[in-house]
């Protein structure tokens, strides 16, 4: 398996509230990827890192921001959480060879927001 | 609109017999194609991949089938046993660097 946490792994919190969620790895990626699980929208991405201090926005970067201040940690930010971010959030990594990019997936953090 | 489908919710094999997962997808830059098996409560496991430049790969129980003139995949398991059990997502990669997911199918083995 890959070496990929996430933290926290279960968090509610109330609507306007300011919420961090953490992806560390120990497989030294260049890669790491938020993407977000809702039911009838498999999963969809985030925001993207493709190296220390360089990130992208995904489909649904709205409301969301992410840093990476070194290769192992991605982090995500909802500066003020919204009802319609509850969801489970999934972080990725990938070495990105051409035409073999697979990603790897950490166990999720389920959010709620109340 | 929805650039990679998987058009059936849930699909109920009978144990040790083959199982067959659909995908289909619209865009035509996709190049890279990964298939994504996920328990409750876990994280998405990847499963086996292919790129643009074959029609098949295989890999124990799983061959993944390429049709890049019908944009169409599809997951073989043979043959289909208990743990296969589970929900799979399609997922396809081209230009932008992430993926590109449809919205999974639910693989049911019946004993």
């Known amino acids: 398996d890959a070496g990929i946490t996430q933290s926290p792994r279960h968090k509610v919190t109330e609507t306007g509230t300011p919420v961090t969620l953490r992806c560390h790895q120990t497989e030294n990626h260049r890669y790491m990827y938020w993407y977000r699980q809702d039911p009838g929208h498999g999963l969809r991405l985030i925001h993207y ?12 970067s709205d409301g969301y921001s992410v840093s990476r201040s070194k290769t192992e940690d991605f982090l995500l930010t909802l500066e003020s959480a919204t ?7 999934f972080c990725a990594i990938s070495q990105k060879r051409v035409l073999a990019d697979t990603q790897y997936f950490g166990p999720g953090t389920r959010l709620t927001v109340l | 609109d929805q650039q990679v489908k998987q058009n059936s919710p849930s699909l109920s094999v009978q144990e040790g017999r083959i199982s067959i997962l659909n995908c289909d997808y619209t865009n035509s830059m996709f190049d890279y194609f990964l298939w994504y098996k996920k328990y409750p409560a876990e994280g998405p496991t990847f499963l086996i991949s292919i790129s643009s430049i074959k029609d098949k790969n295989e890999d124990g129980r ?19 046993q208990p743990g296969d059990s589970a929900v799979y997502f399609c997922a396809a990669k081209g230009g932008a660097d992430g993926l590109t997911f449809g919205k999974g199918t639910h693989l049911i083995i019946q004993p």
Do not use: M, R
């Not at chain 1, 890192?49 to 649904?60: I, L």
């Not at chain 1, 009802?83 to 959030?89: A, G, M, P, R």
């Not at chain 2, 799983?62 to 289909?80: C, D, E, G, R």
């Open chain 1, 83 to 89: 009802s319609s971010q509850t969801s489970v959030y």
């Open chain 1, 49 to 60: 890192s493709y190296g220390v201090k360089d990130t992208d926005k995904g489909e649904v």
């Open chain 2, 62 to 80: 799983f061959t993944v089938f390429l049709n890049k003139s019908a944009k169409h995949l599809s997951l073989h398991i043979v043959p289909s």
